[in-house]
């Protein structure tokens, strides 16, 4: 896939591998197996039409069940060389090393849209590992950004570790994570590493872990907690993860990476309407007039609530520059509040259009109230 002048290839890859550690921090065991290739690939072609094009790639594996008894050995052995098994194979219910896990990756572009939207599910039979969606980058990458809670944040591709503790360069993303040519927009609060052997983003998927804190931490020289066993840790059961993948050439928000993981996060709203038939004139039931819009470079719209007889908005400038904020929708009148909700001085409203100058990473409250249908 490609946009402008970056083409990545062997998007989507799964990685599966060993977790010896807890809720609080990740570690390998001891002799971990990693399980990157597939037994079976097929890819089924779905829609076709102009709106939406769409894939969709089944991929089967055999990934260990878990840890043994002192949890540092995760099948080190190679898997029986046995054929693949047929695509409505049921797993053997004896099997105490292996189960068998078919994964769907559902790839869709839709007209207009520069990026490409993924979906993968799979249901997890298994514990203690990880599992880590990679997307090669488009140029080998030093730093990585992330969108975080009211900024971007900048990382490179080490990390502090804690007293006693391994440092591990994996690291947070709420909305984003770009690096090399490469936004991948999220829906989720996600874990991502960048690795550089080859340059590529891996995003965990699944974390299972059995216990709170392990007291023997290969990467925690101390406990951090209980040895309280939390077996809904494991995420047993079906797993769903989306995600798009948006290729671009310059900065992030030189490429509106930001724009396009709001437009991930808020998809089309579709309501049912009528219409008489030969006029093509539809009318949407419950829905009346046109309602608040929030325009400039890097302003998020962090929440919007009624108190009283005003609405209060709070935005958020998550971009490297000063920017000119707008909020319309028929505005009457506009004051300035702080993170409390508390009210302060008048803001002049021009043309039902309120234009607010906002600092880099500035939050700013106001509370309005609109112009009477």
């Known amino acids: 896939m490609g946009a402008g002048e970056v083409v990545l290839e062997g998007v989507g890859r799964l990685v599966d591998g060993g977790d010896a550690g807890d809720l609080y921090n990740y570690a390998p065991p001891e002799h971990d197996l990693v399980i990157a290739e597939p037994d079976r690939v097929e890819v089924v072609t779905g829609a076709r039409g102009p709106v939406r094009g769409e894939l969709a790639v089944h991929r089967t594996y055999r990934w260990p069940v878990g ?99 391994v440092p591990l360069p994996t690291f947070p993303a709420s909305g984003f994570v770009d690096a090399g040519g490469v936004g991948v927009l999220l829906d989720h609060v996600t874990e991502y590493e960048l690795l550089t052997d080859p340059p590529e983003l891996a995003l965990t998927l699944v974390r299972s872990v ?61 309501a049912p309407g009528t219409a008489q038939a030969g006029t093509g004139v539809a009318t949407v039931r419950g829905l009346e007039g046109h309602g608040l819009s929030v325009g400039g470079e890097g302003v998020v719209l962090s929440s919007l609530r009624r108190r009283g007889d005003w609405l209060e908005l709070r935005l958020v400038c998550q971009h490297p520059e000063a920017v000119s904020a707008t909020v319309g929708g028929g505005l009457a009148a506009a004051r300035a509040a702080d993170l409390l909700g508390r009210p302060g001085a008048e803001l002049p409203v021009a043309g039902g259009v309120l234009r607010l100058e906002l600092r880099p990473w500035e939050i700013r409250t106001v509370q309005l109230q609109r112009e009477e249908p």
């Open 210 to 270: 059995g216990r709170i804190s392990r007291d023997v931490h290969r990467y925690r020289e101390e406990p951090a907690g209980p040895q309280t066993p939390t077996p809904g840790a494991q995420c047993p059961g079906p797993r769903v993860a989306d995600l798009a993948i948006y290729p671009h050439p310059g900065a992030w928000h030189e490429d509106g990476v930001l724009a396009l993981a709001e437009r991930l996060r808020h998809d089309l709203l579709v």
């Open 67 to 165: 840890l043994d008894a002192d949890d540092s050995v995760r099948n080190e052995l190679e898997p029986d060389p046995a054929p693949p098994p047929e695509p409505d194979a049921v797993p053997d219910p004896t099997s105490e090393r292996w189960a068998l896990v078919r994964t769907v990756m559902g790839v869709e572009l839709r007209a207009g849209e520069p990026f490409v939207r993924l979906r993968v599910r799979f249901d997890n039979p298994c514990r203690d590992h990880r599992v880590r969606l990679h997307v090669p980058l488009g140029r080998p990458a030093g730093r990585s950004v992330a969108e975080g809670q009211f900024a971007v944040v900048e990382r490179g591709i080490s990390a502090e570790g804690g007293h006693g503790e």
